[in-house]
């Protein structure tokens, strides 16, 4: 299973995601509050799959999208949207991102996109 790093200035949304993923099977390597510390902890540990909110401080999920891109190109990130922030997720697929998923989570939207962007 994949090595996934979890990015939410939220604590109960990283727990929600973590719970979900653990549950699929795939490892927690790193946990991030801000963009700042997602692209500290992406180099790091190099996950295989990151999930990025948009809205943080310090540092939004587009620029965070951008600089981890900026070190490797290929990465997978799946960005993570409150309702009504389409405009930001079609922003952040024409930067690269591989996928998005909104808030609330929904276990299955969530399977389907690690299972889609981890081509397994």
């Not at 973590?18 to 692209?39: D, F, R, T």
């Not at 943080?56 to 951008?66: H, R, S, V």
């Not at 891109?69 to 405009?87: E, H, L, N, R, T």
């Amino acid at each position: 299973m994949a090595r996934i790093m979890v990015v939410d200035d939220s604590m109960f949304m990283r727990l929600m995601i973590k719970n979900i993923l653990s549950e699929l099977g795939h490892e927690i390597v790193a946990e991030a509050s801000n963009g700042l510390e997602a692209v500290a902890l992406f180099l790091q540990h190099s996950p295989d799959l990151v999930t990025l909110d948009i809205t943080m401080p310090e540092m939004d999920g587009i620029t965070a999208l951008k600089e981890i891109k900026s070190y490797k190109s290929d990465s997978k990130i799946i960005m993570v949207s409150a309702m009504g922030q389409q405009s930001f997720v079609i922003q952040t697929i024409t930067l690269g991102a591989s996928d998005f998923i909104t808030k609330p989570f929904d276990k299955d939207r969530v399977a389907e996109a690690v299972k889609k962007v981890l081509n397994m």
